[in-house]
T-cell receptor, first 114, second 114 residues
Framework: AQSVSQHNHHVILSEAASLELGCNYSYGGTVNLFWYVQYPGQHLQLLLKYFSGDPLVKGIKGFEAEFIKSKFSFNLRKPSVQWSDTAEYFCAVRALYNFNKFYFGSGTKLNVKP | GAGVSQTPSNKVTEKGKYVELRCDPISGHTALYWYRQSLGQGPEFLIYFQGTGAADDSGLPNDRFFAVRPEGSVSTLKIQRTERGDSAVYLC????????????FGEGSRLTVL
C-alpha cells in the first residue's frame, strides 16, 4: 500500500510570506498526486492535481505544486499567502494500478496571521 | 444544494450501541467512498463502492463495520457494538463515472462514543 508523509504538522506565517508544504509518497510506480484543502468549517475540496506532463502544476487561488519523481515529492507552494489561506492542507496519492484507491497524508494546518 | 450530504452531522452514543451514518452523493456519481478521520490524522480509506457493489472494503477495520449502497446512490455506514476508539469524523466522498481524479467530499459525520 502507498503511504503519504506530510512532515509539517502546523505552519504559522504572516501575510505575504511565501509558503512551501512538503509531501512525500512511498510508491515507486506511476502515480497521480493531489492536494486538497479544508477551510475552517468546510468540507475537503480539491486544490490541484498532477496526472502527467509538466511537473509544475498550477491550481486555484495562486497555488502551485511541483512533482519531483526522483524525490517522490509533490510540494505545495504559494509565493505570497493571505489570511484567507488559513486552512488544513492534505496531500493525496493514488497508484495507477489501483486508481480507485486514494491515500491521504496526515495534513498540515496553516495559520496565516493578518 | 448539489453537494455530498451526510447525516447526522454529529452523533453521540454510548459504548456498545449501534450507529448508522448516511451519505447522499452527488446525483449521477457512480463511485462512493467512506473515509475515517481521527483527530490529528488524515482521511483513512474504509470502503469504496462502484454502483451498488462494494468494490474494495479492505479498509474496514473489523467486522463491526459494514456499509451498503443498495440502489447505487445513498449509502449507509453501519457500526455495531461501538467502542470509544471508533470516535472520529466519518467522511463520505463521491466521484463521477468519467475519471477526473477528483473526490467530492461531504462535511462529515462526527461520531463520539462515550
Amino acid at each position: 500500500a502507498q503511504s503519504v508523509s506530510q512532515h509539517n504538522h502546523h505552519v504559522i506565517l504572516s501575510e505575504a510570506a511565501s509558503l512551501e508544504l512538503g509531501c512525500n509518497y512511498s510508491y515507486g510506480g506511476t502515480v497521480n498526486l493531489f492536494w486538497y484543502v479544508q477551510y475552517p468549517g468546510q468540507h475537503l475540496q480539491l486544490l490541484l492535481k498532477y496526472f502527467s506532463g509538466d511537473p509544475l502544476v498550477k491550481g486555484i487561488k495562486g497555488f502551485e505544486a511541483e512533482f519531483i519523481k526522483s524525490k517522490f515529492s509533490f510540494n505545495l507552494r504559494k509565493p505570497s499567502v493571505q489570511w484567507s489561506d488559513t486552512a488544513e492542507y492534505f496531500c493525496a496519492v493514488r497508484a495507477l494500478y489501483n486508481f480507485n484507491k486514494f491515500y491521504f497524508g496526515s495534513g498540515t494546518k496553516l495559520n496565516v496571521k493578518p | 444544494g448539489a453537494g455530498v450530504s451526510q447525516t447526522p452531522s454529529n452523533k453521540v452514543t454510548e459504548k456498545g450501541k449501534y450507529v448508522e451514518l448516511r451519505c447522499d452523493p452527488i446525483s449521477g456519481h457512480t463511485a462512493l467512498y467512506w473515509y475515517r478521520q481521527s483527530l490529528g490524522q488524515g482521511p483513512e480509506f474504509l470502503i469504496y463502492f462502484q454502483g451498488t457493489g462494494a468494490a474494495d472494503d479492505s479498509g474496514l477495520p473489523n467486522d463491526r463495520f459494514f456499509a451498503v449502497r443498495p440502489e447505487g446512490s445513498v449509502s449507509t455506514l453501519k457500526i455495531q457494538r461501538t467502542e470509544r476508539g471508533d470516535s472520529a469524523v466519518y467522511l463520505c466522498a463521491s466521484r463521477p463515472g468519467g475519471d477526473t481524479g477528483e473526490l467530492f467530499f461531504g462535511e462529515g459525520s462526527r461520531l463520539t462514543v462515550l
